[in-house]
C-alpha cells in the first residue's frame, strides 16, 4: 500500500476504525439509524414548510435550506460508509474519492453562509423590524439562496481542481471514514502554492468573515433584546434565536474539533 516514490494513485484504502471486525454490525446499525432518522426528520421539514402556506416566509426558506444541507451532508458519507460496512471492501477509487471530497467542499461552504444568513436574518428583524419586508423580500431570499449555493458549488470546484494538483506519494491510505481534504494531504508529497493560498483565503472568506458577521449580529441583538422592557417580549426574542445559536454551535465546534485540534490517538488519522 505504501508507495516511496511519486506515482499516479488509481485508487484509495479507506481505514474507517480499528479493532475487532466482530463489532461492524454495530457500527453499520448504528449509522444506518441515524443516517435514516435524519433524512426523515429533515425531509418532514421541508415537506411541512412546503405544503403549509403560512410558512412561506424568509425565516422558513431558510430553515428549509438548511435542511436540505443537512441531508445533504450525511448523504455525501454515509451511504458510502455504509457499503463499505455491509461488502468488507474498503477500496475507493481515485474518481470516487474525489468526487465525494468535491461534494463535501460545497455543502460545508453553503452551510456557513447560510448560518450567518440566518443570523442577519434575526437582526433585522430584531432590530430594524420595520424594514424587514423590505430588506428581507421574496426577490432577495431567493437571489441569496441561488448566489449561496452557486459560490458553494464555485468554491469547491477551485479547491479540488488546486487538491488534484498535489502529488500523491506517501500512501494511498486513509486513516478516516470517508475522503476530505485533511485526510487526501497527508498522502501527499507536495502542497502546491495555490492549494495552500486557497485554503488560507477560504478559511479568512468563508469562516472567519461569517463567523465575525454573526457574532457581531448577534451581539446587536442582545443589546436590543436587554433594552426590552417587557419580559414577554424579551422571551419570545430569545426563543427565535436560541435555536440557530445552538445550531452555530455545534457547527464551528465540531469543526473546530476535527481540523484545528490535533488527535490523541491513531483511529481516525495516521
Request: proline share 3%; charged share 10%.
Amino acid at each position: 500500500m505504501l508507495m516511496k516514490n511519486e506515482t499516479s494513485v488509481q485508487y484509495f484504502y479507506i481505514l474507517p476504525f480499528s479493532g475487532e471486525t466482530k463489532i461492524q454490525p454495530f457500527i453499520f446499525t448504528t449509522f444506518f439509524l441515524i443516517y435514516l432518522v435524519g433524512v426523515l426528520v429533515n425531509s418532514s421539514i421541508i415537506t411541512v414548510i412546503c405544503l403549509e402556506v403560512q410558512l412561506h416566509k424568509p425565516m422558513y426558506l431558510f430553515i428549509c435550506n438548511l435542511s436540505i444541507v443537512d441531508i445533504c451532508y450525511t448523504s455525501v458519507i454515509v451511504p458510502k460508509l455504509l457499503n463499505m460496512l455491509l461488502s468488507g471492501n474498503y477500496i475507493v477509487s481515485f474518481a470516487q474519492c474525489y468526487t465525494q471530497l468535491y461534494f463535501f467542499t460545497v455543502v460545508p461552504t453553503a452551510e456557513g453562509i447560510l448560518l450567518f444568513i440566518m443570523a442577519y436574518d434575526r437582526y433585522v428583524a430584531i432590530c430594524i423590524p420595520l424594514h424587514y419586508h423590505q430588506i428581507i423580500n421574496q426577490r432577495n431570499c431567493i437571489l441569496i439562496i441561488i448566489g449561496n449555493w452557486t459560490a458553494a458549488f464555485l468554491n469547491s470546484l477551485l479547491y479540488v481542481i488546486a487538491a488534484l494538483n498535489m502529488s500523491s506519494c506517501h500512501s494511498n491510505i486513509i486513516h478516516q471514514f470517508f475522503c476530505d481534504v485533511k485526510s487526501l494531504t497527508r498522502t501527499t508529497c507536495t502542497t502546491t502554492q495555490m492549494f495552500f493560498m486557497l485554503t488560507v483565503i477560504e478559511m479568512f472568506l468563508l469562516v472567519f468573515i461569517p463567523l465575525m458577521c454573526t457574532l457581531i449580529s448577534y451581539v446587536k441583538i442582545f443589546s436590543v433584546i436587554f433594552k426590552m422592557k417587557s419580559k414577554e417580549s424579551q422571551t419570545k426574542a430569545f426563543s427565535t434565536c436560541s435555536s440557530h445559536i445552538t445550531i452555530i454551535t455545534i457547527y464551528y465546534g465540531t469543526g473546530l474539533i476535527g481540523y484545528f485540534i490535533p488527535p490523541k490517538s491513531g483511529v481516525l488519522e495516521s
